[in-house]
């Protein structure tokens, strides 16, 4: 998707004087009419006219757009190709910028006219949560009008699903989606926000009406390097650190870090609402009447008005999804009443808390919890509705963060009845050396067992599953593949769970 002709702009509107760097270059080109922008090589098209195609060349963990120049100069002779590296000596179209991301971003919203500006934006970030969150807040929303959504699980804008490559679209992507939900009718749009999104700036500049934080634990140790880093990704979201100023923000202050943020927003003058069961949150959850495995009866009070909810989701945690999807909906339209309707007609989110009934009376639950505290939450609310036995089988992904193995193996060998490791997209990693890891978290060898074929762990849990016991098959979720070296290989938990289970 590319504006309409009359409305294709200049490499100077584009970029503006003030990022460049080699001055002479931009100068040379500046009037030069801008028809397609791309990171991806294989995209670049041929010139239609005089049109120049711009091709941002990033530095990524397994690539770099420097080698494909040649490519596209053969695609598209009139292409700028747009660097922090200083290309001037060997490509006279060539422009060098001090933060290519940023670049991108500013580029990316400007050739797509701000789509941004045309829609009211949800913004989701945390740890955990923020796929059920951002489903939720699409369920209400477009009980009130037309919304999309981009996340981990679906680029959804009411045209035709895009495939997600990461839960945070890349920055052309991400304002060409929006452009498109313009297009197509919307007037909301919920989004996940990761830290790579934020640290690697692919929202820059967007501006989002609403944002919710859910929670902090450690995850993406390997990007970000330590927890106070990772928080630091979060919390540009909500200080201004984005390219924008922040409207509305929605704090989880049951959360350490959740608390932490608000009081940091309020010491900065800025107006945060909070969430959660806190006597002192604007949005206090109270009265659970309910809260088992056929849904949750509860209100949450605001103010001095209070809103009674039934859901089919169920667990402490859904209940502050729940909560957070409100709060955050509130700021957008006032429609309690719509909402708490959608909420009652809510029937979950592909791969989490996904429930399957065996023919043999257990009951599996398939799950996206790939972290210690994703874990250890989705077993703690599992353990209080089981009248058998738990039985999990989990894994830990290849060439990802090490260090969360064992405590992931530590928390589900100690709160599970029996446990079940097994391979959960080892990439190019040895499954060996990933049980290694996660072998150092066992406190008792007796309740786990290491299988390596993920197809043959679950069997083998539906296998000692009896009635009245729940299996819980952890880590993948909605996800319908497993990655094998290079490979892509077809894999779906809850096909395989209902497979197995005709078995028995």
């Known amino acids: 998707m590319v504006p309409n002709m ?31 922008i791309t990171c991806d090589s294989r995209e670049v098209n041929r010139p239609q006219g005089n049109l120049a195609t711009l091709f941002f060349a990033l530095v990524g963990q397994h690539f770099d757009g420097h080698n494909f120049i040649g490519d ?13 590296k200083d290309l001037s000596p060997f490509h006279a179209r060539s422009i060098q910028v001090r933060d290519i991301q940023k670049t991108m971003a500013v580029v990316a919203r400007k050739f797509f006219q701000n789509p941004d500006a045309r829609l009211n934006l949800v913004g989701a970030t945390g740890t955990n949560g923020k796929t059920t969150t951002t489903y939720l807040c699409r369920a209400m929303l477009n ?13 959804d804008v009411y045209g035709n699903p895009r495939k997600v490559s990461n839960t945070t679209p890349a920055a052309i992507v991400l ?38 934080f859910t929670n902090l634990s450690p995850e993406h140790l390997d990007f970000h390097g330590n927890l106070d880093d990772y928080f630091s990704a979060k919390k540009k979201l909500f200080h201004d650190a984005n390219g924008y100023k922040l409207k509305h923000s929605v704090i989880n202050i049951d959360d350490t870090y959740g608390r932490q943020l608000f009081q940091s927003l309020k010491h ?3 107006m945060p609402l909070s969430f959660g069961f806190s006597k002192d949150a604007d949005f206090k959850i109270c009265n659970v009447k309910k809260n088992d495995i056929d849904g949750t009866i509860f209100e949450i009070s605001m103010k001095k008005r209070s809103h009674a909810f039934r ?5 402490h945690y859904n209940l502050l999804n729940i909560a957070a999807s409100f709060a955050v909906c509130m700021m957008i339209y006032e429609e309690p009443e719509k909402f708490t309707e959608a909420i009652a007609n809510f029937q979950g989110v592909p ?33 209080s509705i089981k009248k058998g036995r738990l039985i999990t089988v989990f894994g830990c992904g290849g060439d990802r963060d090490a260090t969360k193995r064992a405590p992931m193996a530590r ?19 040895s499954q060996d050396n990933i049980f290694g890891d996660m072998k150092m978290g066992v406190v008792d060898g007796n309740k786990i067992s290491f299988i390596k074929d993920r197809k043959e762990a679950i069997a083998t849990a539906i296998q000692m599953s009896r009635a009245g016991d729940i299996i819980l098959v952890a880590g993948k979720g909605h996800e319908t593949y497993q990655l094998i070296g290079d490979r892509v290989f077809d894999f779906d938990d809850k096909k395989v769970i209902r497979e197995m289970g005709s078995l028995c």
Do not use: W
């Not at 009980?143 to 680029?155: D, M, N």
């Not at 498109?180 to 009406?209: F, M, P, W």
């Not at 043999?360 to 989705?378: C, E, R, S």
């Open 311 to 315: 859901s089919h989701l169920f667990g």
């Open 143 to 155: 009980a009130v009008s037309k919304t999309g959504i981009l996340g981990t699980i679906a680029y």
């Open 175 to 212: 304002f060409q989606m929006l452009a498109e939900a313009v297009q197509n009718g919307c007037q909301n749009l919920v989004l996940e926000i990761s830290s790579h999104a934020l640290e690697l700036k692919r929202t820059y500049g967007l501006e989002i009406d609403a944002a919710i």
């Open 6 to 36: 009359e409305n294709l702009q200049t490499l100077e509107k584009l970029i503006g004087s003030d990022l460049p760097i080699n001055l002479e270059n931009f100068q040379a080109l500046k009037n030069e009419l801008v028809g397609q």
């Open 72 to 84: 596209v100069f053969r695609q598209n002779p009139l292409a700028i190709i747009v660097s922090e």
């Open 268 to 270: 900065d003058g800025k």
């Open 411 to 429: 928390i589900v060998n100690g709160m599970s009845d029996f446990a079940i490791a097994t391979s959960d997209n080892p990439r190019h990693e």
């Open 351 to 383: 791969g989490r808390m996904d429930k399957v009934i065996l023919p043999n009376g257990a009951i599996a639950f398939v799950d996206y919890a790939h972290t210690p505290d994703a874990l250890h939450t989705t077993i703690e609310t599992l353990r």
